[in-house]
T-cell receptor, first 114, second 112 residues
């Protein structure tokens, strides 16, 4: 049973297209995240959602729009894709309270914009 | 979050203990030490965390010095599957921003 799953695993698309990445967790966690890992392997937070509400929105272009239909899902929609959006995107979730730093990550979605 | 310093890379012979150090000299009294690792092409994986006392679980042991300014993650019998980048993160549990700040970590290579 996969705890945090992401679809698709690979995404190759043209500049200017709109795409979505889906994330689901079956751990019953209240908090979910999107991280981006660039070509230099730096892992950075993009968004955090707690109980379907946006908590953190780091300096991310507004072409990126997260959507949380329920506590188990956090999807990432990207409009007008650019070359610089090529990266690996990781979804994560965590328990509440003092265990919030024990995050569970998905396998990642490798996005390549041509 | 307190700043951490880790060696860029380390090698370890298969079957031997891997000892990964982390310096966090500016750690405050209520900050925990967390360890994650990222195996190639996978998402980061939580390993262990601790405040003051040494901690052990099925994956590793965490030794925190008495002054809490440094810690060591120990993989008792390293296998080839333990080859990964290991991240040491220091922060207050359950408080502040909802995020983890990953540094560059230590690239551990387990050698046959």
């Amino acid at each position: 049973d996969t705890a945090v799953s992401q679809t698709p695993k690979y995404l190759v698309t043209q500049m200017g297209n709109d795409k979505s990445i889906k994330c689901e967790q079956n751990l019953g966690h209240d908090t979910m995240y999107w991280y981006k890992q660039d070509s230099k392997k730096f892992l950075k937070i993009m968004f955090s959602y707690n109980n379907k509400e946006l908590i953190i929105n780091e300096t991310v272009p507004n072409r990126f729009s997260p959507k949380s239909p329920d506590k188990a899902h956090l999807n990432l929609h990207i409009n007008s894709l650019e070359l610089g959006d090529s990266a690996v995107y990781f979804c994560a979730s965590s328990p509440p309270g003092s265990l919030r730093e024990t995050q569970y990550f998905g396998p990642g979605t490798r996005l390549l914009v041509l | 979050d307190a700043k951490t310093t880790q060696p860029t890379s380390m090698d370890c012979a298969e079957g031997r203990a891997a000892n990964l150090p982390c310096n966090h000299s500016t750690i405050s009294g209520n900050e925990y030490v967390y360890w994650y690792r990222q195996i190639h092409s996978q998402g980061p994986q939580y390993i262990i965390h601790g405040l003051k006392n040494n901690e052990t679980n099925e994956m590793a042991s965490l030794i925190i010095t008495e002054d809490r300014k440094s810690s060591t993650l120990i993989l008792p019998h390293a296998t080839l599957r333990d080859t990964a980048v290991y991240y040491c993160i220091v922060r207050v549990a359950g408080a502040g921003s909802y995020q983890l700040t990953f540094g560059k970590g230590t690239k551990l290579s387990v050698i046959p």
